[in-house]
Structures are given as C-alpha cells and as structure tokens.
C-alpha cells in the first residue's frame, strides 16, 4: 500500500510565524503536491513538485513556498502565517501508469493560525 | 480543462444501489476521468478511473456514455460507511498534474 504521511495532524500558530508543514511518501513517486481544502472551495492546487529540486505553481501560491530536496519528501512553508491561511492542508504523491495519473494523499494537517 | 458540474450532496438508504453523475461537456478527446473518495477529516482516496464504456473494481463501476460529456459513478449495496464527499476529476492522458481540479464534490449521506 502506498502511503503518505504530513508530520502533524493539527496545528496551531500564531500570526507571523513560519510554518513548516512535512510530507513523506514511501512509494518513489515522481509527482508531489500540496492542496489546501476549505468548506465550500473544494481542494486547491498551492503547489506541486514533478521531480527533486524542480516545482510548479498551483492556483494559489500566495503566501506559500515548497521545497523538495529529497525525492520522498516534499516541504510546505508558509514564511509569515496569516489567519487566512488556517485551513485543512493535503499532500498527496502520484503514480502515472497507462497515461493516467492517481493520486495519494495523507491524512492531512489541520492548520490553525491566530 | 473541463469543467466538471456533479450535485452537491445526495441521499440513499443502506443497501441501496447509489449513481452520482458527473457533467464534463467540455472533455477534451484525451481526457480521462477520475472518482475519489473523501472521509471527514481524512485526504481523498482513489475509487475508480476510466476513459470510454464501462470500468469496474471490487469498489464500484464507473459508466462513460459514448459521447463522454457526463460519467456515473455507481456504488452498489451503500452502508453507512460510505458516507463521504464524492469527487470527479477529469485530466488530460499523459498526465497535466499540475491542472488537476478538485471541485467541491458531492457529499452522500447513507442512512440506516
């Protein structure tokens, strides 16, 4: 079984911090990614990571950065948290196979910024 | 991309055979779609994945008319634990992965 795992299911902050949120997957997966999951908004894309060193934007990047410098590990850091970045954060690795892609996610972290 | 329009919750009873159907008018003639499910509290789960017909899988079976503007994702035999959110992507063969959209789902609520 594939599997994901984010370094903490909850989280709280205060304004201004800086906020490293950790993800492992264990299956040599190329693709990375990291979405956030607010009611009524569905998952948004923030970034994703097709190969170590290498990422992409997502649909919101504001306020984000990544870093991946392990092939099995891929990095979410908010540089000054916000109360607008509390949110339910998914990373999720994937696996192309036959030109179709599925992805896996982790539990997931439940961010609380004050 | 296409745009993908599903309901926005449902309800069934345990035992009950469950289709949520997904509008996608705009595939592409690459595109695939995909079904995953979601948990309180939990990260989405694959279900299901197909391009044309008729896929199924120990979970639940997927139906692609011919014109593949829609899809049905059918569970058979709901029970309570299949309470979820419901999502359908649709994505581009040879993977965009960056340009995959969640949207908000449908949410299924089983009852006894």
């Known amino acids: 079984d594939v599997k994901v795992t984010q370094s903490s299911r909850y989280l709280v902050k205060r304004t201004g911090e800086k906020v490293f949120l950790e993800c492992v997957q264990d299956m040599d997966h190329e693709n990375m990614f990291w979405y956030r999951q607010d009611p009524g908004l569905g998952l948004r894309l923030i970034y994703f990571s097709y190969d170590v060193k290498m990422k992409e934007k997502g649909d919101i990047p504001e306020g984000y950065s990544v870093s991946r410098e392990k092939k099995e590990r891929f990095s979410l850091i908010l540089e000054s948290a916000s109360t607008n970045q509390t949110s339910m954060y998914l990373c999720a690795s994937s696996i192309l196979a036959g030109g179709q892609e599925t992805q896996y996610f982790g539990p997931g972290t439940r961010l609380l910024v004050l | ?112």
């Open chain 2, 1 to 112: 991309l296409a745009k993908t329009t599903q309901p926005i919750s449902m309800d069934s009873y345990e035992g009950q055979e469950v289709n949520i159907t997904c509008s996608h008018n705009n595939i592409a003639t690459n595109d695939y779609i995909t079904w995953y499910q979601q948990f309180p509290s939990q990260g989405p789960r694959f279900i299901i994945q197909g391009y044309k017909t008729k896929v199924t899988n120990e979970v639940a079976s997927l139906f692609i008319p011919a014109d593949r503007k829609s899809s049905t994702l059918s569970l058979p035999r709901v029970s309570l634990s299949d309470t979820a959110v419901y999502y359908c992507l649709v994505a581009p063969t040879g993977g965009a992965t960056n340009k995959l959209i969640f949207g908000t789902g449908t949410l299924l609520a089983v009852q006894p």
